[in-house]
């Protein structure tokens, strides 16, 4: 009870930062979904023919699955301030707390922020008339990219030591990601050498899972344990080098 009391407490103070700030995160949340909608849905999308459905149905888990990582993401860099810059992550590491509890409650204030920013766009492409068959195993399947790429973000807090370190990581990892890892386009089409490697990325398979039970089309639950393997060797990681940061 005391671990879930210490986890509860570490996501609550995100939580309380959050809610002050609860308008203009949803407003600037707004911005770069209606930019892909309009340009890739009504824009491109009127020239483009898929299997399933519309361009439009194609794209929105697509945008779903980019976005839930860059919110994950981006939502755990702060950490790298409080050690790097604020040194205020030793308050936490002093204090008298389960030490997994940091990892984990700032974990889930990251997929708080991903489903939050995630409802916004199936309200957006719903208004934009895509057509999509949401279930739990949907919602299960955010809650892993979010989880994932959350603990990637705590890793990369943990590790680099400058601002501008930091911020490569968003122009040399996530950002190929958001346009190669089956979101705009399936993977199949790039050449055999380049799909290799792109289909061993959790993206991808967040992607292509998403993708299939929005549409209504097969998917092969593989791609389900290679996010949970993902999800478990992440948390295992972030929590290894936080307890290193305690030492």
């Not at 009391?5 to 949340?29: E, H, P």
């Not at 934009?128 to 990369?156: K, M, Q, R, V, W």
């Not at 097969?218 to 948390?235: C, D, E, Q, R």
Request: aromatic letters at 12%; hydrophobic letters at 55%; a positive charge.
């Amino acid at each position: 009870m005391q671990k879930l009391y210490d986890i509860g407490t570490v996501f609550w103070r995100d939580w309380i930062v959050l809610r002050r700030r609860l308008a203009k995160f949803i407003l600037s949340r707004m911005v770069a979904p209606i930019l892909y909608l309009v340009a890739f849905g009504w824009g491109l999308g009127r020239s483009i023919q898929v299997e399933s459905g519309t361009y439009l149905d194609f794209l929105v888990p697509g945008i779903l699955a980019l976005n839930s990582m860059n919110i994950s993401f981006n939502s755990i860099t702060p950490v790298h301030a409080e050690r790097v810059y604020h040194k205020s992550l030793e308050e936490y590491i002093l204090a008298p707390i389960w030490p997994d509890a940091f990892v984990i409650g700032k974990t889930l204030a990251a997929i708080l922020r991903g489903l939050i920013s995630s409802a916004i766009i199936l309200i957006l492409a719903a208004l934009f008339g895509a057509h999509l068959t949401l279930s739990p195993l949907f919602l299960l399947i955010l809650i892993l990219n979010c989880a994932i790429f959350a603990e990637i973000g705590f890793i990369a807090a943990m590790k680099i030591n400058t601002f501008e370190e930091m911020s490569q990581v968003n122009t040399y990892i996530l950002l190929p990601m958001s346009f190669l890892c089956g979101t705009f386009f399936k993977a199949t089409a790039l050449p055999d050498a380049v799909r290799v490697v792109i289909e061993c990325l959790p993206l991808t398979h967040t992607s292509y899972l998403l993708r299939g039970l929005a549409t209504g089309t097969p998917t092969a639950l593989s791609s389900l344990l290679v996010l949970i393997l993902y999800t478990i060797g992440g948390w295992l990681l972030a929590r290894r080098m936080f307890h290193n940061l305690t030492k």
